[in-house]
């Protein structure tokens, strides 16, 4: 067994030097003297330090990976620093993108069903920020075009997997007035994970 204090102390520097976040399987190839049990202790005593350090960062896995994120109250000061220009989604695109999430594998057509509008813009724009993904066709006449979200989009609203998302009701186009109240949380949500994205990026 691995010292459990050593462990600890790589995970740190590895976390600290990777960009993109580790995945289990890529720490314990990395510290080939530690098991699961090693790193995962590792990581829970690194999360507990942190917190009870006060310090202004933490632990957090997003996507399947583990990485050192700011918390966000410190993200006034951090937006000072950069005072880099952000491209933010609009609300259309937000909304397109949450019924993507909550409905995938999801065609063109049933996203349209649901907004009652267009979204052929929306997907374009999605697909460039590369948030969601063309999974497939659909096994119907005309076999349309499947749509589902990637690994990006995790990352950008801080979840580790779909089984994170917020538990909804199942939604049709009566069901968009109620959620305009949460839509403004979400395009802010988007719009701080977007800014923390790119200030990792420079």
Do not use: C
Not at 39 to 44: D, K, P, R, S, V
Not at 105 to 120: D, F, H, I, L
């Amino acid at each position: 067994m691995a010292e459990k204090k050593d462990v600890k102390s790589i995970i740190e520097a590895l976390l600290v030097v990777s960009e993109a976040g580790l995945s289990m399987e890529e720490m314990l190839k990395a510290i080939d003297h530690a098991d699961f049990k090693d790193i995962t202790e590792g990581i829970i005593a690194l999360k507990r330090e942190y917190e009870e350090t006060g310090r202004s960062f933490g632990i957090a896995e997003i996507a399947g990976r583990y990485r050192i994120v700011t918390k966000p109250e410190y993200m006034q000061w951090i937006g000072n620093l950069y005072q880099k220009s952000i491209e933010r989604l609009s609300g259309p695109s937000v909304e397109t993108l949450a019924i993507i999430a909550y409905k995938q594998p999801v065609t063109r057509a049933e996203v349209e069903s649901v907004r009652g509008v267009n979204v052929g813009g929306m997907l374009k724009t999605l697909l460039e920020r590369e948030l969601i993904i063309i999974k497939g066709r659909k096994d119907v006449i005309g076999r349309p075009l499947i749509y589902g979200t990637t690994g990006k989009f995790l990352e950008l609203f801080g979840m580790n997997s779909l089984d994170d998302l917020p538990v909804l009701r199942d939604f049709s186009e009566e069901d968009l007035e109620y959620v305009q109240a949460e839509k403004q949380n979400v395009v802010e949500q988007v719009e701080e994970n977007t800014e923390a994205e790119v200030q990792k990026s420079e």
